[in-house]
């Protein structure tokens, strides 16, 4: 049996950046997040986010891939939140687009502690800006 360790960072957005992820909302879909990709076999690490993204640290097995990974989580993600009784917000849709960077095992941490600090950051900068300054990175 081989062994993988292969980490992905995944950061997508609500379409439009429509501000839909709200609280409690939003703490509610990233728990379903995790506990969904448990279900599917995906280990999410973590989950975080804000009004118009989410971000998630996955290790990827090896019978996945980055595209399948992220079409699993989005798309289970949003139609569990757009039938979610109680939930009166405006409909939740992903963005086709995605960002995903692979991470090596020494920023762990670091990529660990700035998906968990997504509202204070975000207090600073916006999403867009966030999103250049990745791709600008990588």
């Not at 118009?52 to 699993?72: F, R, W």
């Not at 569990?80 to 939930?87: A, E, P, T």
């Not at 995605?98 to 920023?107: I, L, N, R």
């Amino acid at each position: 049996m081989p062994y993988i360790k292969v980490w992905i960072h995944y950061v997508w957005s609500t379409k439009n950046r429509e501000p839909v992820l709200t609280d409690p909302f939003r703490n509610q879909l990233f728990r379903h997040i995790k506990e969904n990709a448990g279900i599917k076999g995906i280990y999410l690490d973590k989950v975080n986010g804000y009004h118009d993204h989410v971000h998630c640290l996955v290790s990827l097995s090896s019978a996945d891939t980055v595209e399948k990974t992220i079409q699993l989580i989005k798309g289970e993600s949003s139609f569990w939140f757009n039938n979610k009784s109680g939930f009166k917000t405006a409909r939740l849709e992903w963005q086709d687009d995605y960002f995903a960077v692979s991470v090596s095992e020494s920023a762990l941490d670091a990529v660990r502690a700035y998906i968990d600090n997504q509202e204070a950051h975000h207090q600073k900068r916006t999403f867009a800006e966030e999103y250049n300054e990745f791709i600008k990175k990588f």
